[in-house]
């Protein structure tokens, strides 16, 4: 098998782009990464897009954005694993990587979502649960969530001003990353006072409905060097893995366990030969203030129960032992959900390659977690500075 | 780079499955295609759909399935490329094999398409094409086939009896195939009948709205030995290429051309190390019968403008030199369209270990090919009797 090395990076920034079309934006991001890795060709394209059908009425993204990014006749597809299709888009291309069978991939993440009426856009985002079980009864995900919440909290005994902690420290990050969609630090206060969206979860809680699209490019080390990249901006591919989970919360046997992230990150772990206490940086997937927490504990960077607590000892900011959301994560940067796990690449790229603005010192190890559905489908990658 | 070979197949018949839902089809063909191979459990899933979201307000359908299959906590994400999604996930799932990170991998396709209002489902398949281009002036599928069907009646001088012979030939195999869903045999006239839907494209020159699933599972030759999978029932993936062209009709520079057919031929004929010419049996996308004859010209078995001359001097028949759509194709067995390019698979696997209802004789190399959007993104794969 051969390594993979992500050798550029593109994003736009994300927010209401009321006058790009999907497409454009895919472009953008896709032509920033090739730029970044001064190549004006690739050999083949990973589209990672959850719901561009319902949201604005196109799929076969990998044709539409390999011809308007004048790729050629390349192979190009879309991986779609709900809000982990950016996660699963960048294990894909990695994989043909891998195999042998493309030299130089390009994985592009890209959602649209502002076109819709934000009560559609709550019904299209529960196509990711158990729709004849689930949305079919009116359970959105922010009440699913929000019984996550609430359970957490009875558990082990946390407030809701422990887990606003984590859209603050989101905040704090992303008001210095110019693609965020909030650029502003918020309080705990401010996470307080905002409306209940479902009890006990509030709007600040949860990641915004937003529009964006991230890309990196992909290839061999042998294949890099021969491009000429310069070996500062190699990141290598250490991890990879990827796990699924009941779809349907109410069959889930715990549900403050992300059983499927823990699956995924020994895999991811072991394929790179590290331990969670090797990982310098966490991008972990904070749709809802709880997921941060329970994602945590997952990867194994707190003990179960645990992870609020790393909030509140102030760990996972940028000067602690667990940084966390170093960009602002998906609460302040925003959560265009299909492109969420190429951003998180990106960010975790840029961080390696000693570039982020919030810089974690000295960084050589990250790890990006990505999850689908109420945990129902999530990725995990190591990426490592070469 | 590992081999990867076919050790199972499954399928449930196409058709109007009203009392069946998405996942319980997509389960069925994939537990047949497990009890095929003689499996309990298998790595990884890859699904094959297009257009779950807006037909059935389901994503996640790796999860789904996987979960519902009861395959424990695996790797499974959705592959989609429109109407060649099914083509593209067997080559993704083959991919994951090749490189070593997987050792058994499941494929399913599935489509749930009669759920919806009909026009409904006409407006569902435009999003395979420009949605902003194309779809926003209402150019369907069917009216833009049929353009390209009078240009190339227009250009070789063919008539609508000779296209229909695609038709008649679909419907003679698919007469003896149980999983087919119109099992009738035609006639020409039968085809010329047919009310006009756009012309000159009529009823019987398209294939039809329905719901299936078809399912393989793959492995490498290693791992088939090792669970004991008689060699009878391996068929090698010898092949495999795919690629884009433009997603807009008007942008095409010929429009009588499958470039992208000819360039994932190319490909996958150079990867197995064999032309045109030694393919036994063809399965192609004979989503209208005008796609029939530009795709055989496209793989190389015909010349330019010679793709309906072979219907007509009957070389497409089961006993013919280039036997196509031996189960029905497209046109008879049906359209799931995120299944399609699964159901080739099995039917040219079936072939090859000599167990198809219409047997060609001594059948060692077949071919799949299968259509995103209007020739816009499309898979070829080359099977081989081990």
């Not at 009875?154 to 984590?166: K, P, R, S, V």
């Not at 203030?289 to 179960?304: K, Y």
């Amino acid at each position: 098998m051969k390594k993979a090395v992500i050798i550029g990076v593109g994003m736009t920034p994300v927010g209401e782009h009321w006058k790009t079309s999907l497409r454009d934006l895919a472009v953008e991001a896709l032509l920033n990464a090739m730029d970044d890795a001064n190549l004006d060709k690739v050999d083949s394209l990973y589209v990672g897009n959850m719901i561009s059908g319902p949201f604005v009425e196109q799929e076969n993204l990998g044709a539409l954005i390999a011809d308007w990014a004048g790729l050629g006749h390349i192979p190009a597809v879309k991986i779609e694993a709900a809000c982990a299709s950016g996660g699963a888009a960048v294990q894909e291309g990695a994989k043909a990587v891998m195999s042998g069978l493309e030299d130089v991939v390009a994985v592009v993440g890209v959602e649209k979502m502002t076109d819709a009426w934000p009560s559609d856009a709550t019904r299209y985002l529960a196509y990711a649960s158990d729709a004849e079980w689930e949305l079919f009864h009116g359970a959105s995900f922010v009440a699913l969530n929000a019984l996550v919440m609430r359970y957490y909290m009875h558990t082990y005994g946390y407030t809701e001003e422990d887990l606003a902690l984590f859209a603050v420290n989101a905040h704090i990050n992303g008001a210095k990353n110019p693609y965020a969609m909030f650029k502003k630090p918020i309080k705990v206060e401010t996470v307080l006072r905002s409306p209940y969206i479902a009890d006990p979860l509030k709007l600040f809680d949860a990641s915004p409905v937003c529009d964006g699209a991230a890309a990196v490019i992909i290839t061999t080390p042998e294949k890099a060097k021969e491009l000429g990249i310069p070996k500062e901006k190699w990141v290598e591919i250490a991890g990879m893995g990827r796990a699924i989970d009941t779809i349907n919360l109410a069959n889930r046997k715990d549900l403050l366990r992300l059983k499927a992230a823990e699956v995924a990150a020994e895999r991811a772990y072991k394929m790179a030969g590290i331990e969670a206490k090797d990982v310098d940086l966490f991008e972990v997937h904070d749709a809802f203030t709880i997921m941060a927490a329970l994602s945590l504990e997952a990867v194994g960077a707190a003990e179960r129960g645990k992870g609020a607590e790393l909030a509140k000892e102030g760990q996972i900011a940028i000067d602690g032992d667990y940084p966390i959301q170093t960009m602002g994560g998906l609460k302040s940067r925003g959560h265009p959900v299909g492109a969420t796990g190429v951003y998180q690449t990106v960010e975790a790229a840029l961080q390696l390659r000693g570039e982020a603005p919030n810089q974690v010192p000295d960084a050589e190890i990250a790890l990006t977690q990505n999850i689908g559905g109420t945990g129902s489908n999530i990725t995990v990658t190591i990426l490592r500075r070469v």
